[in-house]
């Protein structure tokens, strides 16, 4: 490990800590997560060709906005951020990471409908957008099998052996080099890495992007994703020594986490308030359903149930109830239905 790496995961450990405890009211976190949401799904899709600017992205996902001729970049922008948001349910919940979860969240990214995403059945060649030239020549189909299974099984055996940082990083990589569709991958791979970080507790309670500082750096990232003598899988690939993309990836996580400290920072000056009578004016039942929110922006009737151990029906009694006293505020068309936190 390089002296670069060892002084920013020193950097990323203190951001972290940091960051995690600051006095941020729930609103402050809900905008913060949902404006990181928008910045990922919009940059992740943007390395990729999609053509909508940021403003475009919160148009199409927030207001429902339609772009005439546009339709896969909406489709790709939408499947993005429905398999980010489900990518933070699963860190919610702790559950592994396996073969299945990783086709389920590309089956969401390519919004086909599909429950999951088997792997390809042929060769996949990348090749330069203008010359036409092949870049990079991935295994072939029967080899992509095992090699994510030995994939998950290094995500799985080195959790509590190598810091979070460096597992994500290689698996970025290592998932680019097995390049298992047709597709889809380098959003994949954010994806993993990030859902990695999450589980590791370096998930900022959601409230950074490194798709921002891929996209704004992307030579440096396709160059520093090209390791070995060859482009070909079976010529030196798998062997090559990866220390420039994780430096690189590293790099962007300090980006990444040294402008979430600004941000909030700068949140709690202009946002600052005390909600001690706020909190007074709350019941015991919604001081502790509050709580929800530090994690999420959005929760529905079985949440609360689960949170005060109380049965749905009773839960949706009780949202209707604070829906119309301005504690919740309804979602207005998804089912089942959802609550944000209001201005009570």
């Given amino acids: 490990m390089t002296p670069r790496i060892l002084t920013a995961l020193e950097r990323l450990e203190n951001l972290n800590g940091r960051i995690i405890y600051l006095p941020m009211t729930h609103k402050m976190q809900a905008r913060l997560?949902?404006?990181?949401?928008?910045?990922?799904?919009?940059?992740?899709?943007?390395?990729?060709?999609?053509?909508?600017?940021?403003?475009?992205?919160?148009d199409v996902l927030g207001g429902g906005k339609h772009f005439k001729e546009r339709k896969r970049d909406e489709q790709e922008i939408q499947g993005y951020y429905n398999a980010l948001t489900e990518l933070e349910k699963t860190a919610?919940?702790?559950?592994?990471?396996?073969?299945?979860?990783?086709?389920?969240?590309?089956?969401?990214?390519?919004?086909?409908?599909?429950?999951?995403?088997?792997?390809?059945?042929?060769?996949?060649?990348?090749?330069d957008s203008q010359?036409?030239?092949?870049?990079?020549?991935p295994p072939e189909a029967h080899d992509v099998g095992p090699l994510m299974k030995d994939l998950v099984d290094?995500?799985?055996?080195?959790?509590?052996?190598?810091?979070?940082?460096?597992?994500a990083a290689v698996a970025h990589y290592q998932f680019?080099?097995?390049h298992p569709y047709y597709d889809g991958n380098g959003r994949a791979a954010r994806l993993l890495a990030t859902l990695i970080l999450h589980l590791g507790?370096?998930?900022?309670?959601?409230?950074?992007s490194l798709e921002e500082y891929y996209a704004k750096k992307l030579n440096a990232y396709y160059q520093a994703l090209t390791a070995g003598p060859s482009h070909n899988y079976y010529l030196g690939r798998a062997e090559a020594d990866i220390t420039p993309w994780v430096e690189y990836f590293i790099d962007g996580m300090l980006h990444a986490f040294e402008?979430?400290?600004?941000?909030?920072?700068?949140?709690?000056?202009a946002g600052r308030i005390d909600e001690s009578h706020i909190l007074r004016q709350l019941d015991p039942r919604q001081r502790k359903v509050l709580d929800l929110f530090d994690a999420v922006d959005v929760i529905n009737a079985q949440d609360v149930a689960s949170c005060l151990k109380?049965?749905?029906?009773?839960?949706?009694?009780l949202c209707r109830k604070w829906a119309l006293g301005g504690f919740f505020l309804a979602e207005p068309n998804p089912r089942p239905k959802q609550y944000r936190l209001g201005s009570f």
Wanted: proline share 4%.
């Fill in 176 to 178: 680019a080099t097995i």
């Fill in 33 to 58: 997560r949902e404006t990181a949401r928008l910045v990922s799904t919009h940059f992740s899709t943007k390395i990729e060709g999609n053509r909508l600017s940021l403003d475009e992205v919160i």
């Fill in 154 to 167: 290094w995500i799985t055996s080195t959790e509590h052996v190598l810091a979070c940082p460096l597992r």
């Fill in 310 to 317: 109380i049965k749905i029906p009773s839960a949706q009694s």
């Fill in 201 to 208: 507790g370096f998930d900022l309670k959601g409230f950074y």
């Fill in 92 to 127: 919610r919940s702790k559950e592994p990471i396996t073969e299945h979860l990783i086709q389920k969240l590309h089956a969401m990214i390519m919004s086909k409908g599909q429950k999951r995403t088997p792997y390809r059945a042929g060769q996949n060649v990348i090749r």
């Fill in 259 to 269: 402008k979430v400290k600004d941000r909030a920072d700068e949140a709690l000056l």
């Fill in 131 to 137: 010359s036409g030239a092949i870049v990079y020549l």
